[in-house]
């Protein structure tokens, strides 16, 4: 029995059954490449669902946990220690916002922003304003897994199986102007988005749509919130997504790359919506503790020193336009999306997107299929254009061997079957 097969079996037994793996047992990475157990190296156009911005085994992060963890891993939020502040201010800088609260995951630092928007419109229903205590989300949304994302995401496999869900959210139809303002009131206290929705195959907001959402929202003194969890922290070469519309929410969420690969969220509020909270209402035991805190600081500051946001831009126009040669050449290929390092090929079949990640795989590249037909790519910002040319070479032999077999039948059976998200 290998050692894979050991662990495959005792997690079997052990755990709750809540993932699909692939049978591969990475113990090791370097740079943009993850190593298995055999030292086969694999070229990682995923990083671990758009974590490892920086790669693996990065100095910079390196050192800092070595660094701190002499010195202080953790103290609780009854303490003060050095890091919060300096994070805040970088962060607070970077966004456009005023004040940030630290918790641990993205879905926790959702949670956070649902709970000062409700908090919020309390303040104003004190100041005798009249306004509701709805959500506006959109569909296709995902914004995780707790009780509150989950009522807010939108596929029905991830709610519907918990039900009864939080009450009180309505899902506008994406990009739909018309259908936002049919459903806005003074009823909704928030509306909740993604820039570019992540989970839902990388689909970016129209510019007219989020200028919608900011003037109704402006209009009642309701919030506009911005998940930035995927898309945020220099993916699409700039700090945010919402900065390539110029528009700016009330509350926004960080997670993912934010410190590197060590669990972290972030919420960034307005000083206006961080009035309404007051000490005893929220926090978090584990949240911006001083090892968690000092390797987001050190991402930030190793982004910028190495120019990583211009580079994801770079790159990532590079990806883009090699994709969309690659769609002239396969009528399998029927749109390209994306904006810096985040991208997704959409495919015209749902199983042939399923057998390209497994070819990739097998040709050692991890690349990833969201909402059944778009192959997702969410690579390091450390990405050159030599990888870039490895992937679309393997895609290119993928397509030529593969493609013909899936292409009208089935490709028509699959848009008819309407499909579901793998998460
Ligand atoms: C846009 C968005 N929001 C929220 C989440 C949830 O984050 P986490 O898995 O860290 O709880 C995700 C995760 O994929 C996400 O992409």
Known sequence: MTKLDQIRAAEARLLLSTYERNPILFVRGEGVHVIDEQGDRYLDLLSGIGVNALGYSHPAIVETIVKQSHSLIHTSNLFFHEGQAELALRLTERTGLDRAFFANTGTEAWEGALKMARLHA?????????????????EQSFHGRTFGSMATTYKAKYREPFGPVVPGVDFVRFNDVADLRAKFSNEVCAILVEAI???AGIRPLTQEFLNEARALATSTGALLVIDEIQAGMGRTGKWCAYQHYGVQPDITTLAKPLAGGIPMGALLCTEEVSRAIHPGMHGTTFGGGPLTCAVAIAVIDTMEKEGLLAHATEVGDYFQAQLRSLAARHEAIVDVRGKGLMIAAELDSAELAKLTCAEMLKRHIVINCTSDTALRFLPPYILERSHVDTAIAALDEIFTEHAAAFSGAHAAADHAAGGQNHG
């Open 197 to 199: 929705q992540g989970e």
């Open 122 to 138: 309390g303040a104003l229903r004190n100041e005798g304003k009249h306004i509701g205590t709805r959500f506006l989300a959109l």
